[in-house]
């Protein structure tokens, strides 16, 4: 089962490059955050026509919003609603053979690394400890994949210089020891850097404001693909060819900033 993440960064906006990636990649699931339209506003008939035709939504106009589009059935559909906000950022199904999927949308966080001065701030690190706290405990033989943009890059490596950036937002040590803490407590394994270990750079985000994003190259690693030790072996298994970061994407015609992940499970 080839499942996919990506920040679309607006679905109606960018929808022929989706259509465009389900064509090249052809996985079986596809999880988008950013949708960035309501519910009834999804182009829900051009992923249909795609072969997508099974559908689960969490949209809100002009803002944040996830999806998940298969070519299979979408069982036990769930949104679950995080720091007492109802701003769409969660949505979870199950798909074929059991596994259980959830697509996070993690709050941006703002520009100022100060819960004091930054509400938004404040806002990423509360979400950061619910996510923790939704799969602490969480049974040993279950069959979860934790997918989305989860605004953090948490390794020394996954960005493009760890000292200038311990103090911006993405990168702090506040939000890396949480984002480890859920890891530990979710008993997740974070699919990348078993197959690409450190030291070695890997990003799936580039700023827009770079005038040459490909040659500067400053990116983040935002976009996460984690696992329960249930499916490790399943995730693994294909190595470093099981998973793919389509950095082209990001140099498409008005491409998100997002570049979309791929991992082929062999289940």
Same mark, same amino acid.
């Given at each position: 089962?080839?499942?996919?993440?990506?920040?679309?960064?607006?679905?109606?906006?960018?929808?022929?490059?989706?259509?465009?990636?389900?064509?090249?990649?052809?996985?079986?699931?596809?999880?988008?955050?950013?949708?960035?339209?309501?519910?009834?506003?999804?182009?829900?008939?051009?992923?249909?026509? =795609?072969?997508?035709?099974?559908?689960?939504?969490?949209?809100?106009?002009?803002?944040?919003?996830?999806?998940?589009?298969?070519?299979?059935?979408?069982?036990?559909?769930?949104?679950?609603?995080?720091?007492?906000?109802?701003?769409?950022?969660?949505? =979870?199904?199950?798909?074929?053979?059991?596994?259980?999927?959830?697509?996070?949308?993690?709050?941006?966080?703002?520009?100022?690394?100060?819960?004091?001065?930054?509400?938004?701030?404040?806002?990423?690190?509360?979400?950061?400890?619910?996510?923790?706290?939704?799969?602490?405990?969480?049974?040993?033989?279950?069959?979860?994949?934790?997918?989305?943009?989860?605004?953090?890059?948490?390794?020394?490596?996954?960005?493009?210089?760890?000292?200038?950036?311990?103090?911006?937002?993405?990168?702090?040590?506040?939000?890396?020891?949480?984002?480890?803490?859920?890891? =530990?407590?979710?008993?997740?394994?974070?699919?990348?850097?078993?197959?690409?270990?450190?030291?070695?750079?890997?990003?799936?985000?580039?700023?827009?404001?770079?005038?040459?994003?490909?040659?500067?190259?400053?990116?983040?690693?935002?976009?996460?693909?984690?696992?329960?030790?249930?499916?490790?072996?399943?995730?693994?298994?294909?190595?470093?060819?099981?998973?793919?970061?389509?950095?082209?994407?990001?140099?498409?015609?008005?491409?998100?900033?997002?570049?979309?992940?791929?991992?082929?499970?062999?289940?």
């Amino acid at each position: 089962m080839k499942i996919a993440t990506w920040n679309i960064n607006s679905v109606r906006l960018r929808i022929d490059l989706v259509r465009r990636f389900l064509k090249e990649e052809e996985p079986d699931v596809l999880c988008l955050q950013e949708i960035k339209c309501a519910n009834d506003q999804f182009p829900g008939k051009a992923f249909a026509a =795609a072969g997508y035709k099974h559908q689960a939504v969490a949209g809100q106009a002009g803002y944040h919003g996830v999806a998940i589009v298969s070519k299979a059935p979408l069982k036990d559909v769930e949104v679950q609603k995080f720091c007492g906000k109802d701003d769409c950022r969660h949505i =979870a199904a199950t798909l074929t053979g059991g596994v259980r999927i959830h697509n996070f949308y993690v709050p941006a966080g703002g520009d100022v690394p100060d819960p004091d001065e930054n509400e938004k701030f404040a806002h990423k690190l509360a979400f950061l400890k619910d996510l923790a706290d939704a799969f602490s405990g969480a049974g040993a033989k279950r069959k979860e994949i934790l997918v989305g943009d989860l605004n953090v890059a948490p390794r020394e490596h996954d960005v493009w210089s760890h000292k200038q950036l311990l103090d911006v937002v993405s990168h702090t040590p506040v939000e890396v020891d949480l984002m480890n803490a859920a890891i =530990a407590k979710g008993r997740w394994i974070d699919v990348a850097r078993e197959v690409i270990p450190e030291p070695e750079k890997v990003y799936t985000w580039w700023s827009y404001r770079a005038a040459d994003w490909r040659a500067s190259n400053r990116g983040r690693r935002l976009d996460h693909i984690w696992v329960s030790p249930a499916l490790e072996k399943a995730a693994l298994s294909g190595g470093r060819a099981g998973f793919r970061i389509r950095e082209d994407a990001r140099g498409w015609d008005r491409p998100s900033d997002h570049a979309p992940t791929t991992l082929t499970l062999d289940l």
